[in-house]
């Protein structure tokens, strides 16, 4: 079965409109609740974590009432990390755990991501199974069998504790000074305490969420404030995370940047040096500059490549027993500590670096010489498919014609927003910009 509500990551959109209304967040939580509920004859348990959007409320408590009525007794975390789902999923030995987040999104947007009992991101094929499910409706539990919810006050604890505990034995960030950026998002208040029972001396950033500025000119994608912020204050290091910080952007004592391929060739090289990196291998996205992987090849580290989305990550490194991987968007994610992407902690394994070698963060954020790479979005629609205009296909074949053996093109539509992303690489900045500019042109004329 086809998955249609289902994205890259999760069942997005705009809150209040299909297919983010709490009627189909009820119908999804009654739905895996009878997905995940296989054994009638012990409790089952889901665990919901959100947030700082405004709709998180009101999805909170539809998914409640759809997985009590199917008998599964729910535990509301509150705001905290993505991350902080999958790990505690596991170690409540719940049967599902359920992210409320629309992650690098606006406020206006929200989502819904399920883990299964290992931590780990659901697989299409449990998707599309949880999909037809909704279409076809659930059974709902006997009055005497309808679960129970209860709140729990410690998960944000929790994780932090098992973060900290993924930072080397006995090190400490004395002398450090960090901005810690967190979108006005779910580690709003997690991050800060992290960093600061480590030793750091912080300075918050994006840290008053009101339910509407989540992501609003901070965080991961927008980095300028918290980069004045380090040349202000003269801070050693800035640590940017999205609204689930399960994204992270670095930026140095001077407020450059380092991105996801840059961190990741950062972690590669340390850890093969170390003898760390499972075969020698870094898993990374058909996003990630060519640049990241001429420079595994000279370090001798091999670069295995998956579709768009840090779950397709995932399952590589998980098929094959790799640990290391990501996305040049900032999801970093390391399998000996987590079983998703995790910004607040792949910022401190950014901070062990600084602190072990005794080098400053520009001299570690960028390893390699970046292709030019120019990537522009064209929004369209619902119903719309302008990549099946005829005009479209054909602008895209001469691009390709045109960069044959000289860079690279990439055209695919977003998993989590009504986008189209037009993506190339070429040494050439000039033709670079030729081509995405005319691909992008005939797009809009499509749409």
């Not at 905290?80 to 789902?85: H, K, L």
């Not at 580290?301 to 098929?319: F, K, P």
Request: overall charge neutral.
């Amino acid at each position: 079965m086809t998955r249609k509500l289902f994205g890259t990551d999760g069942v997005r959109g705009t809150a209040n409109t299909y297919p983010m209304t709490a009627e189909l967040a009820l119908q999804l939580g009654a739905a895996a609740g009878r997905y995940f509920r296989r054994d009638d004859q012990r409790a089952h348990r889901v665990v919901i974590g959100k947030d700082t959007r405004l709709s998180g409320y009101m999805f909170e408590t539809a998914m409640t009432a759809g997985f009590t009525s199917t008998g599964m007794n729910v535990f509301l975390l509150g705001p905290v990390p993505t991350p902080a789902v999958g790990m505690i999923t596991t170690s409540m030995r719940a049967d599902v755990g359920v992210m409320i987040s629309a992650s690098h999104n606006p406020a206006a947007d929200n989502g819904i991501k399920f883990f299964g009992p290992d931590g780990f991101k659901l697989s299409d094929e449990a998707e599309a199974e949880i999909e037809r499910m909704v279409a076809d409706g659930v059974e709902p539990a006997q009055a005497q069998n309808i679960g129970r919810a209860k709140r729990i006050d410690d998960g944000r604890f929790r994780y932090v504790e098992r973060v900290k505990a993924t930072f080397p034995a006995g090190m400490r960030l004395d002398g450090v000074r960090v901005v810690i950026d967190c979108a006005h998002g779910a580690a709003y208040k997690t991050a800060p305490e992290v960093l600061w029972e480590l030793g750091a001396e912080v300075i918050p950033v994006g840290v008053s969420p009101n339910g509407h500025n989540i992501n609003d000119g901070c965080g991961s994608t927008s980095t300028a404030a918290a980069a004045a912020m380090v040349v202000e204050r003269r801070a050693d290091v800035g640590i940017c995370l999205d609204g689930d910080a399960d994204r992270v952007m670095i930026l140095d004592e001077t407020g450059q940047v380092a991105d996801g391929d840059q961190i990741m060739a950062l972690f590669a090289n340390r850890w093969a040096e170390q003898g760390r990196l499972a075969h020698r291998t870094l898993v990374a996205t058909v996003m990630s500059n060519l640049g990241l992987e001429r420079h595994l090849a000279d370090q001798k580290i091999a670069l295995s490549r998956t579709g768009v989305g840090d779950r397709y990550v995932v399952e590589a490194m998980r098929q094959h027993g790799y640990n290391l991987g990501g996305e040049q968007s900032g999801h970093i994610v390391m399998t000996d500590y987590a079983t998703t992407g995790d910004g607040l902690l792949a910022g401190l394994q950014f901070l062990a670096a600084m602190v072990q070698t005794g080098q400053p963060a520009s001299a570690l954020r960028k390893r390699f010489e970046p292709v030019p790479q120019l990537l522009k979005n064209v929004r369209y629609a619902v119903g719309q498919a302008p990549l099946e205009s005829d005009k479209v296909k054909a602008a895209i074949a001469q691009a390709e014609s045109d960069l044959k053996g000289c860079g690279r093109l990439l055209i695919r539509k977003s998993g989590t927003e009504p986008l189209i992303r037009v993506m190339a690489e070429c040494e050439d900045e000039a033709q670079l910009k030729t081509v995405v500019d005319g691909i992008v042109a005939e797009i809009r004329r499509a749409v």
